[in-house]
């Protein structure tokens, strides 16, 4: 008799753990997938692919604004919320039953239920169950923060809630300065609600390239979003259906919703990590792994967002692959977390990756900014007052292309393909030697011959 019920038991059906779920079965071991909610994760069922669906909706708005320079005359349009939503269900039942057919193709077995551990070796299931596994991932995700305590913090939401309103709010009034934030501030403003952002620092997007933050400030307000820095909201007051939202400068905001995007936690909570003496990070909060993914205890890995490292699902699909090949196919696999691209689908959207000019500074001696602020073609007959962003961060010693940002349409799509040769370490000269293509946006990152600004550290007397 086998000495384990199964060889892998994976807690979380989300990107990582179904990636590694199948890697795993694949190689032959006998897998296990517990799954308490829907099967697909944060970035399926209320992540990447719902916002996407939204923000390529919200656009559409902009898109027939645009339209009259062009000739067009278009007639009375109107929008409705209610269909937005049950098409994006529709899309995200279909998305759910793929992730579930192909966890089940591979071999693996589903259980839709919550798996605790009891020991290192022992996952007690909530229908009473218990299994015993040679390993064990935990790739439990996280969940939105909901910031500090305030007086009415019940009648705010998260994006959670923000996929599923009855209604669009004519008002939102939205607190953080983040991906999720921007996101749904867009997204609202889009499809025709008055957003107000309340972030508290000085600028939004923290930790992104400063002349990103201050171009997506400054179109986002062109658009109509208003944004609200260096204050925090203190109280939510409900009157009615009606929000009344109190800031720390002393001001207040009236809304139809309240929403916070001020961070994620890993969701680590009543995992019987303890008894299975699997360690938290303390300076994150997320479970403490190694290189390989493998926790405080031989046997058990982590992988994704429970993990706290980088909060994204190609990272997580990576880690969770790169687990599987090492444990189960005897192909030691470590998983890069440099230079990982990065978008944030605000609109205009927000694509990165590299170094930012401040980090590049700290880092090396020699630093020439190459940056471009242009009118795209599309605004010269739209008349749309928007401009482009498009920035080089170069090594001034080696030539070597350490970062690149961009803020305009396209974006993300643009940075996925400019990452490829950031990761190879192209240098400048190599992106001088590739032909630009007429007429693009991306062009620029080809033709820009003369550095904007170069950064030369003195050394230290
Ligand atoms: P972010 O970390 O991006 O942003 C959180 C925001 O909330 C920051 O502006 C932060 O301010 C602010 N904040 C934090 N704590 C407080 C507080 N106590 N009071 C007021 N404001 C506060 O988190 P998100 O929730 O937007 O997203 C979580 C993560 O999910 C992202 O970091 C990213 O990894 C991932 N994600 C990725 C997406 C993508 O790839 N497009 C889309 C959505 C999420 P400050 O900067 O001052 O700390």
Not at 14 to 33: E, H
Not at 192 to 212: A, K, M, P
Not at 286 to 311: C, E, F, L, M, P
Not at 429 to 455: K, N, Q, W
């Amino acid at each position: 008799m086998a000495e384990f019920d199964v060889d892998l038991f994976v807690i979380g059906g989300g990107s990582g753990g179904v990636r590694a779920a199948r890697i795993a079965a694949n190689y032959g071991a006998k897998v296990m997938v517990a799954e308490e909610y829907r099967m697909g994760g944060t970035c399926v069922i209320r992540g990447c692919v719902p916002k996407k669906l939204f923000v390529i909706g919200s656009h559409v708005h902009q898109e027939i604004e645009d339209a009259a320079g062009f000739g067009w005359s278009i007639g009375q349009v109107s929008f409705d919320w209610a269909t937005l939503v049950a098409n994006k269900d529709k899309e995200i039942a279909r998305l759910e039953g793929a992730y579930t057919s192909n966890v089940e193709k591979s071999g693996a077995r589903i259980v839709k239920t919550r798996a605790v551990l009891e020991d290192a070796h022992t996952l007690r299931l909530a229908t009473g169950e218990k299994v015993t596994a040679k390993y064990i991932l935990i790739a439990t995700g996280g969940a939105p923060n909901h910031g500090p305590h305030v007086p009415g913090i019940e009648h705010v939401i998260s994006s959670n809630e923000a996929f599923h309103l009855k209604e669009l709010p004519k008002r939102i009034v939205i607190q953080g300065g983040g991906y999720i934030a921007l996101e749904f501030a867009g997204i609202f403003a889009g499809y025709g609600s008055d957003v107000t952002v309340v972030y508290r620092g000085d600028n939004i997007l923290r930790g992104f390239d400063e002349d990103v933050r201050k171009h997506v400030r400054a179109e986002m307000e062109k658009r109509g979003i208003t944004i609200i820095t260096g204050c925090t909201v203190a109280k939510v007051d409900k009157h009615g259906k009606d929000f009344t939202t109190h800031l720390s400068s002393g001001s207040s905001i009236a809304s139809d919703q309240v929403m916070f995007a001020v961070g994620r936690h890993p969701n680590v909570k009543g995992l019987g990590l303890e008894a299975a003496g699997v360690a938290i990070n303390p300076a994150n909060g997320g479970i403490q792994v190694d290189g390989w993914s493998k926790t405080s205890v031989d046997n058990i890995y982590a992988v994704g967002d429970v993990t706290h490292r980088t909060n994204l699902t190609p990272v997580a699909i990576r880690e969770g692959h790169a687990f599987a090949d090492t444990v189960f196919g005897k192909r030691p696999v470590q998983v890069d977390h440099a230079t990982i691209p990065t978008a944030v689908f605000s609109q205009p959207e927000v694509g990165t990756v590299g170094l930012t000019e401040e980090e590049a500074r700290a880092q090396f001696s020699h630093v020439d900014i190459y940056k471009t602020d242009f009118r795209p073609i599309k605004a010269t007959m739209s008349g749309r007052d928007t401009r482009v962003l498009m920035k080089l961060v170069v090594d001034g010693s080696s030539d070597r292309v350490l970062g690149c940002h961009i803020v305009g349409d396209c974006a993300a799509e643009i940075t996925q393909a400019v990452a490829i040769a950031v990761k190879m370490r192209a240098t400048k000269a190599d992106f001088d030697a590739t032909v630009a293509l007429h007429p693009t946006a991306s062009e620029e990152l080809v033709t820009m011959r003369t550095p904007t600004a170069r950064h030369v550290r003195q050394a230290a007397e």
